[in-house]
C-alpha cells in the first residue's frame, strides 16, 4: 500500500515535482528532477519512506586496498569534482552521464540517465562522446562533449581510471566532470536508481 502511494506521487508530479509536495526533500526548493530516459523519463527523487536504509552493498566500511583505496577529491588537474546536487542540474539539461563501472554493477542499479561505458573500454570508446580516429589513429577530441564520469564511490576507482585514460588519450579535462559519491552516497541519500539497460 505504501509503495502504490509512492507511485501515485511520483506519477502526479513527474514534471513539476516541487519541495511543498513532499516531505523528504532534496533541497529545501527542490522535489525531484526529471531526467529522460532510454524508454521515457524517470523523476529523481528521494526515497520518501523514512524508515529506509541504505542498500547493505554500500554499507561496508573496510575493504582490501587496493583496489578499494580511497579516493582522491581532485582526480586530476582541469578535471572538477561535483556532488548530488550539481549531478541533478547536469542530469536535468540532458547532459551525458557515463557509469564507469563494469555492466554487472550497471545493470543491478545505476543514476537514471547514464549509460554505461566501463573504465576499461573508457579509452576505446571515446568516439561515443564526440572524439573521432584522426591522424596516425589518435584521437582529435576538438568536438569532445560535456560528461560526468561515477562509479561505485570515494572507495572505487573505475571511474578515476576511466578519466585519467580519457585524459591520455586527447579528452580535454575541463570537459569531465567526476561525481566521486558515486553509487554510495547517492544511495546513502535515498535518490532514485533504476536498472541499466543495454
Known amino acids: 500500500m505504501k509503495k502504490m502511494f509512492l507511485v501515485a506521487i511520483v506519477m502526479m508530479f513527474s514534471h513539476n515535482l516541487i519541495a511543498e509536495d513532499i516531505d523528504v526533500k532534496i533541497s529545501s526548493k527542490l522535489g525531484g ?3 529522460k530516459v532510454a524508454d521515457g523519463e524517470v523523476t529523481i527523487m528521494r526515497n520518501q519512506d523514512q524508515d529506509a536504509t541504505i542498500d547493505p ?5 573496510s575493504r582490501v586496498c587496493p583496489p578499494f583505496c580511497i579516493q582522491p577529491m581532485q582526480v586530476a588537474p582541469e578535471v572538477q569534482t561535483i556532488g ?3 549531478l541533478l542540474e547536469f542530469a536535468k539539461s540532458g547532459g551525458k552521464m557515463i557509469d564507469g563501472r563494469t555492466l554487472e554493477g550497471y545493470l543491478e542499479g545505476t543514476i537514471p540517465g547514464a549509460i554505461n561505458m566501463p573504465y576499461t573500454q573508457m579509452a576505446s570508446r571515446l568516439d561515443e562522446i564526440g572524439c573521432k580516429k584522426g591522424r596516425y589513429n589518435k584521437w582529435d577530441c576538438k568536438n569532445a562533449q560535456q560528461v560526468l564520469l561515477f562509479c561505485n564511490g570515494p572507495w572505487c576507482g573505475q571511474s578515476p ?3 585519467k585514460a580519457m585524459i591520455r588519450e586527447g579528452y ?3 570537459k569531465i566532470l567526476y561525481y566521486r559519491g558515486g553509487m554510495q552516497s547517492w544511495s546513502s541519500f535515498g535518490l532514485t536508481t533504476i536498472e541499466g539497460d543495454f
Do not use: C, D, M
Open 161 to 163: 581510471i576511466a578519466i
Open 57 to 61: 552493498k554500500f554499507a561496508k566500511t
Open 33 to 35: 528532477v526529471v531526467v
Open 172 to 174: 580535454p579535462a575541463n
Open 84 to 86: 548530488e546536487l550539481e
